[in-house]
């Protein structure tokens, strides 16, 4: 069951590449995104309402996916939040788990594990937006 949100994912990945081909993995399981590539872009948008998942970056211009994280969970109705790094060390996932992340990735990503992630949260209507 899928929940009343009008996007699935939004992306959060200031490597174009990447985000794209985690946005195509995505619609080849028949997820929707939205495609943004930084924390800024996505919290200017206020679509964090929108969405039934946030995947994004640890390091990128601006706002870190850690901070966004951060002011994120402080709102009501704040979806859950996966984080992915290229940077996995000990610290860095403490850090994102301490401030409410719901899973956390190292990059280069398993397609297997954040499938899975991602169905287990929005796929199944474990979480909806409030």
């Not at 495609?35 to 679509?47: M, T, Y």
């Amino acid at each position: 069951m899928v929940g009343p949100w009008e996007v699935h994912v939004a992306i959060i990945e200031d490597d174009n590449h990447l985000r794209n081909s985690i946005r195509d993995l995505l619609d080849t399981e028949g997820y929707s995104s939205a495609l943004f590539e930084s924390a800024d872009r996505f919290l200017q948008s206020n679509q964090y309402e929108a969405v039934g998942c946030i995947l994004a970056d640890v390091r990128m211009p601006g706002t870190s996916g850690i901070d966004m994280l951060k002011e994120l969970k402080a709102r009501p109705g704040c979806p859950p939040i996966l984080i992915m790094t290229s940077y996995s060390d000990q610290h860095t996932q403490s850090l994102a788990i301490k401030h409410g992340a719901d899973g956390f990735f190292p990059k280069p990503l398993d397609s297997n594990l954040l499938l899975s992630a991602i169905q287990n949260i929005v796929g199944n209507g474990s979480w909806a937006p409030a």
